[in-house]
């Protein structure tokens, strides 16, 4: 399937962590830097982590420190840990795979997931 599919979003507390999923089949993954990007309602897509494929990550400012992306290739699959979450964390999260350009803006990313949605309560 070219479309990667995201899982494990869910409704947690403040404080409380949560990883993600994000499947995708061989010829979607291998090979390719993959994405995560977030979308709260009436705000701009936002990105979040970024893996290339070699395993080098990278961060928007606002998840630095609290979230870690890793890829398991064996598996094609990308993975997002989420620690100290926080209501300005509730959004829907997307990966996408990357085609090429600049890692941090969107329309770099060709294959996306449907989104998976993350909320958090205070």
């Known amino acids: 399937q070219v479309q990667p599919v995201e899982s494990g979003g869910g409704l947690v507390q403040a404080g409380d962590s949560l990883r993600l999923s994000c499947a995708a089949s061989g010829r979607t993954f291998s090979g390719y830097a993959m994405g995560w990007f977030r979308q709260a309602p009436g705000k701009a897509r936002e990105f979040v982590a970024g893996?290339?494929?070699?395993?080098?990550?990278y961060y928007g400012d606002s998840v630095k420190g609290r979230f870690a992306i890793s890829r398991d290739n064996a598996k094609t699959t990308v993975y997002l840990q989420m620690n100290s979450l926080q209501p300005e964390d509730t959004a829907v999260y997307y990966c996408?795979?990357?085609?090429?350009?600049?890692?941090?803006?969107?329309?770099?990313?060709?294959?996306w997931g449907q989104g998976t949605q993350v909320t958090v309560s205070s």
């Open positions: 893996v290339g494929w070699s395993g080098d990550t």
């Open positions: 996408a795979r990357r085609s090429g350009g600049r890692g941090y803006e969107s329309a770099n990313y060709d294959y």
